[in-house]
């Protein structure tokens, strides 16, 4: 990924963000794309957003070492702008193999752009969220993204906790 030249986005990369985490991990979790400190530091997830994920984990029992954190593309958009369709599909052989390689119970999807190209949906991530879709015989769990929570907590601070606690439930039976 780092000579990756599919799309544009490979212009302005300091760092592709490939992804970490478990490579067994039972959950994945694919974002949007990388933003600035995650361009400069070739990890995902590492801003403010991130450490919110890093919270959210915490509260059901999970370290952030054992799952698998992704994103639908692997550079920066500029400005921060959500992935074109054109850069998703050109990324997507990326997440299609790490899905097959990790293998997990259950993908999280964190935000509009990952829930659309996972669940194959044009709905918004309101409509998606908060129930199970299907993606390549993976289970996936769509919610919102953790930047909206931190901007508008009173709107989504409650959802995303009810969908933390199916992921809870639902991992924890898969499990047994
Ligand atoms: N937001 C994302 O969607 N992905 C990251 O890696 C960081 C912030």
Redesign the pocket.
């Known amino acids: 990924m780092s000579t990756c030249t599919r799309c544009r986005l490979h212009q302005g990369r300091k760092n592709a963000?490939p992804g970490e985490g478990n490579p067994r991990a039972d959950i994945l979790l694919v974002?949007?794309?990388?933003?600035a400190e995650?361009d400069a530091q070739g990890r995902?997830?590492v801003?403010k957003?991130?450490r919110l994920l890093t919270r959210m984990l915490a509260a059901i029992d999970l370290a952030r070492e054992e799952v698998f954190i992704t994103?639908i593309v692997k550079c920066r958009p500029p400005q921060n702008r959500n992935p074109l369709p054109d850069e998703a599909e050109a990324c997507f052989p990326y997440l299609r193999r790490q899905i097959e390689l990790v293998d997990p119970l259950v993908i999280v999807c964190?935000?509009g752009p990952a829930a659309q190209r996972l669940t194959g949906s044009v709905l918004g991530i309101t409509r998606l969220r908060g129930r199970f879709h299907t993606f390549l015989d993976h289970p996936v769990l769509p919610t919102y993204?953790p930047?909206a929570v931190l901007r508008f907590p009173e709107k989504y601070k409650r959802p995303v906790w009810d969908d933390l606690k199916m992921l809870r439930s639902f991992y924890r039976e898969s499990r047994t």
């Open positions: 963000v974002g949007e794309g990388p933003g995650e995902p997830f801003g957003a991130g994103n964190l935000g993204h930047a």
